[in-house]
């Protein structure tokens, strides 16, 4: 414990700061965790409003010196780095769930075109005669 009225001031302010910061940087790290879970259980919209609520979290530390602004740029690139493979891992499973889709659609067709009889056509020659 410090001897000097100043210095012993100066240790109180300091522990009230480190609990208002510790709060702050544990909100941040809570906001990450939930927006990695949700990412990784590919909750894709409720994974989008969670890094939102990150990245926010991220900056206000940042803002009020609690983690430095490159350490909260690098959290969030990261962050959008799982973010943005999750998302596009989902839309190019869609767009094999579609091309499949459409492929038996084309076979259906094919089969039902096959299956069906055409109606024998006459030859165009024998047409005109008859409308002499």
């Known amino acids: 414990m410090p001897k000097i009225k100043q210095a012993?001031?100066?240790?109180?302010?300091?522990?009230k700061?480190?609990?208002?910061?510790?709060?702050?940087?544990s909100r941040a790290k809570?906001?990450?965790?939930?927006?990695?879970?949700?990412?990784?259980?590919?909750?894709?919209?409720?994974a989008q409003a969670a890094?939102?609520?990150?990245?926010?979290?991220?900056?206000r530390a940042a803002?009020?010196?609690i983690i430095h602004p490159s350490n909260?740029?690098?959290?969030?690139?990261?962050?959008m780095k799982k973010l943005n493979q999750v998302q596009a891992q989902a839309s190019a499973a869609e767009v094999v769930e579609e091309e499949v889709a459409e492929a038996?659609?084309?076979?259906?067709?094919?089969?039902?075109?096959?299956?069906?009889?055409?109606?024998?056509?006459?030859?165009?020659?024998?047409k005109k005669k008859k409308r002499q």
């Open 72 to 79: 909260a740029a690098r959290r969030k690139s990261r962050l």
């Open 8 to 15: 012993q001031k100066q240790a109180r302010n300091s522990e």
């Open 104 to 126: 038996e659609g084309a076979e259906e067709k094919e089969e039902a075109a096959e299956k069906k009889p055409k109606a024998e056509k006459k030859p165009k020659a024998e």
């Open 51 to 59: 890094v939102a609520e990150s990245i926010s979290a991220l900056d």
């Open 63 to 65: 803002e009020k010196g």
């Open 30 to 46: 809570t906001f990450i965790t939930r927006a990695e879970k949700l990412i990784f259980a590919g909750e894709i919209e409720s």
């Open 17 to 25: 700061r480190q609990l208002r910061n510790r709060a702050v940087g």
